[in-house]
């Protein structure tokens, strides 16, 4: 089952872009297959991947209803992910999007067939920092939100803002069932205590939700982009890879307690089900007919 999940926090420069790439490289690394689709203008997880702006190679088309989500996809220098570009004309979208039919549904339906196919296990979006019609598209379509919010003194002003979104998106019937994936902290700068005190606040509200790894400042990370490179290929052991790989592994191990979770939940029906049919000798007079 492919699963859709949008990186998204309307504040700019929190590590979206960042957190999108090299989550989606060790999620692959780690033998699962992603498509990673850059839904910002800005294009950043597009060049960070080493890929050039192409006219026309963006999803803009297929959120105009032009041409399938599925002829935009492209290979990346990883063997199991897999991109759709970002590019200028993506810009546009803002606007276009906005006069047609059914505009907060449209990248939810040009994604269906590939959601449909079931070829991938995530779909992982890299939003724009605004709540635009782009950021709005991408939470009409997931199945789940992924937060990474900067260790610094407003991530909690954020955060507010981001809990609003939620509760309006799920009870306006946009997205009944969009869920929190997980929150994940970055730029954690360990000699301050502030990035402490963000981490203590941000999970006393959040909790669980809050990845137990955290992502320290790191300029390796930094500076990965301008190579075109995820931290994967560029240095594999510095800790900011170190950090994402442990926070691509607890995103594992969270989706197989879940599923675990979900399985128990529904375990005591299985076993009435799976019990044995009573024969007449053991049912009561007062046994419903069906029974006897
Ligand atoms: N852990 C980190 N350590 C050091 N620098 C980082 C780290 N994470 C991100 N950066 C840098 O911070 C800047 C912002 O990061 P990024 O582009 O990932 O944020 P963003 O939320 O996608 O930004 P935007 O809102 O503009 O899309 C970039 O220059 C990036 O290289
Ligand atoms: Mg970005």
């Known amino acids: 089952m492919t699963r859709v999940i949008a990186v998204a ?19 692959s690394d780690s033998r699962k297959k992603v498509l990673l689709v850059d839904l910002d203008p800005q294009a950043n997880a597009s060049s960070g991947l080493g890929l050039e702006r192409i006219e026309g190679a963006s999803i803009y088309e297929a959120l105009v209803g032009e041409s399938p989500a599925r002829d935009k ?22 606007i276009d999007v906005a006069r047609l039919d059914r505009h907060l549904f449209r990248f939810r339906e040009a994604l269906a067939p590939i959601v449909a196919e079931g070829v ?14 782009l950021t709005m598209n991408a939470l009409a379509a997931a199945d789940t939100l992924f937060i990474p919010i900067q260790c610094e003194y407003y991530a909690l002003e954020g955060l507010s803002i981001i809990s609003h ?31 402490q005190q963000v981490v203590t606040e941000v999970k006393s509200h959040f909790g669980e939700l809050v990845y137990e790894n955290v992502i320290p400042r790191s300029v390796r990370l930094s500076e990965s982009p301008s190579y075109g490179q995820p931290i994967i290929l560029y240095d594999d ?10 926070a691509a592994r607890e995103w594992i191990r969270r989706e197989k307690q879940k599923a675990a979770a979900a399985k128990a939940a529904t375990q005591p029906e299985a076993s009435i ?20």
Do not use: W
């Not at 492209?74 to 759709?84: C, N, P, Q």
């Open 9 to 27: 926090n309307q504040k700019g420069g929190v590590g979206k872009t960042t957190t999108a790439i090299n989550m989606a490289a060790y999620l």
């Open 273 to 292: 089900e799976a019990a044995p049919v009573p024969t007449p000798a053991d049912t009561p007079s007062a046994a419903p007919a069906s029974l006897s």
């Open 73 to 94: 996809i492209k290979r990346t220098a990883l063997d199991r992910l897999d991109i759709i570009p970002s590019e200028v004309d993506l810009c546009g979208a803002e």
């Open 120 to 133: 991938y296990d995530y779909i992982l979006v890299d939003c724009p920092p605004s709540l635009g019609i």
């Open 237 to 246: 052991h510095c800790p900011g890879a170190k950090a994402y790989r442990q």
């Open 165 to 195: 979104l939620l509760r309006q998106i799920r009870e306006s019937g946009t997205n009944p069932n969009l869920a929190i994936e997980g929150i994940l902290m970055t730029m954690f700068d360990s000699r301050t205590n502030l990035s």
